[in-house]
């Protein structure tokens, strides 16, 4: 069983900065990729950034310059540093990351997503 954990959602007036963090533990051979996604009230989930193994980013045209997405291997952990914050970024934040646990294949896992609420 993996399990993911979000932490540093929150209250941030706009241009501030937030941090937030997953750690990912249980059974975990191989982390392939990992990243952040959001989900705004009435809006699909999108893409925020992903990060691979290498170390090879992708972020979302919506936070390029603003967010950096980083990952500590050995903490099986990813951070998400958003800074510039606007209210347009106020969504859930969910955690993604793809994972070979007891399977040779690599199966995607969810966290239960931390609030980021960004007043004007």
């Known amino acids: 069983q993996v399990q993911l954990v979000e932490s540093g959602g929150g209250l941030v007036q706009a241009g501030g900065s937030l941090r937030l963090s997953c750690a990912a533990s249980?059974?975990?051979?191989?982390?392939?990729?990992m990243g952040w996604y959001r989900q705004a009230p009435g809006k699909q989930r999108e893409l925020v950034a992903v990060?691979?193994?290498?170390?090879?980013?992708n972020y979302g045209d919506s936070v390029k310059g603003r967010f950096a997405i980083s990952r500590d291997n050995a903490k099986n952990t990813v951070y998400l540093q958003m800074n510039s914050l606007k209210p347009d970024d106020t969504a859930v934040y969910y955690c993604?990351?793809?994972?070979?646990?007891?399977?040779?294949?690599?199966?995607?896992?969810w966290g239960k997503g931390t609030l980021v609420t960004v007043s004007s």
């Open positions: 993604n990351a793809n994972i070979r646990s007891v399977s040779p294949i690599g199966m995607d896992y």
């Open positions: 249980g059974s975990i051979f191989r982390i392939n990729t």
């Open positions: 990060i691979i193994s290498g170390g090879t980013t």
